[in-house]
């Protein structure tokens, strides 16, 4: 059986102030039987120097001389004497413990008691009696004359009062305990209430997230251990959330890698089956023919020459891939001068722009240094000033820019072609894309500018395309600059 923590506190508080009453009561009663024990105690006392000081004045008062000699004869009227001045109902006993007279007719006192026995052996004593409702004490005080025991005066008094008013003292106590204990008790569960109710909330809270909802809002304001809790609470909620987001990410991250990796994989074994193909078609078609088809020995030949050098560049370019992949520029980077870089590229792309009836205007900014490696930057700006080339409407012009602005080399590639069509930009830095519909001629791997990204990536730039569709493409690379 479960129990919650405001039942367990119940019955804490419960059993805590119930024991604590029980102790109260036993001890009270305990002080109250013991101060009623003196007080009885105190009279016997008291009466004890009383019988003395009224046997001695007898004596003297009636001129008897021998108490020993003449008791047998006095009893009667010292006991009457001593009963009124002690205003007390009782008798007299021999020394040998038999009663000497019964003015009131007594029967109790033809017992003979444990306090009667101590007197007889000249100790004053008493013995208390509880008959229901009643209290009584036994008192019997030994009378000595010249230290010799002339009898026993004996006598019963009623302590009924002195024990109802002790009783009376508890019962009132024991209400007044219950009492505060019920009101302790009630305040008690009303603190705990309190204290509970926002547990309770981050019970629930506790119980929402594990399904999966984060979207809680955490009303729980006291300034207490419980509020910061309830902070901590918070923090952790947050924490979780973005943990699990991040887990999300990275799992579609994973998925994008992998689909990528597949179709990366896809398309490379395209790419190597096709001039594969068709080397192994015209071999087989030159091993079938007479050699003296000197015309088709040689178209053969030259089929075969070209797709083995566009395997030979797909074969390069994914070692480049690999090595860019692996953190491996191959020389180290130290501080070049870009702007050098970037105009002797326009240099040399110059005869194949003149070839495709293109020019190349270039406005570079002089003495532009960054930290890189020259044979990667060099073989970015081929890429992109070739490929402005190849996308150029004939008799068009490519723009090179190149300026410093806030700590950055900012480098644009402009032709003024058809463009690059919008549902194909965000596809242009993937792995063998090729615009068919814009390309002038079916050269290239389309991986050029996928290992572009790669190297300007690895220099801590930025490369993006701005685009008009049937005006031209606008090619932006970022790289920190160097002093």
Known sequence: MKFSIRDKLIFSYTLLVGISFLIMIFFINKSILRNNENIILNDLSRIDKNVKIYTEQYLIINDIKDMNSEFTKIHKNFLEDLNQKLVERGVLYFDGGKIANDTHNMDIYSERSEALQLALKRKSSCSIYFNGEYVTADFSIPIIYKNKLIG????????????????FIIRSISIFALITGFGIIVISLIISSKMLKPLSKLRDYSIRMADGDFDIEVDIKSKDEIGDLAQQFTK?????????????????????????RKQFFDNVTHELKTPLTIISGFAQMIEDTDYSDRELLQRGISYIQDESQRL?????????????????????????????????????????????????YRDIEYNMYVNGNHDDLKSVFINLIDNAIKYSFESTCIEVTAHKAEGQIKIIAKDYGRGIPENLLDKVFEPFFRDKVNLKTEEGTGLGLFITKQIIDNHNGVIFITNIEHQGTCVHVHIPAES
């Open 152 to 167: 026993v005066y004996r006598f019963l008094k009623d302590y009924t009062k002195l024990y109802q008013s002790g009783y």
């Open 312 to 360: 030979q560049r797909l074969v390069q370019k994914l070692l480049d891939i690999s090595r860019h992949n692996l953190g491996n520029t191959g020389d180290t980077f130290k501080i070049l001068c870009i702007s050098d870089l970037i105009a002797s590229v326009c240099e040399e792309m110059e005869v194949k722009a003149k070839r495709h009836e293109v020019t190349i």
């Open 236 to 260: 952790m909620r947050h924490q979780i959330h973005s943990q699990i987001k991040a887990i999300l990410i990275s799992h579609e991250k994973l998925s994008r890698i992998e689909n990528y």
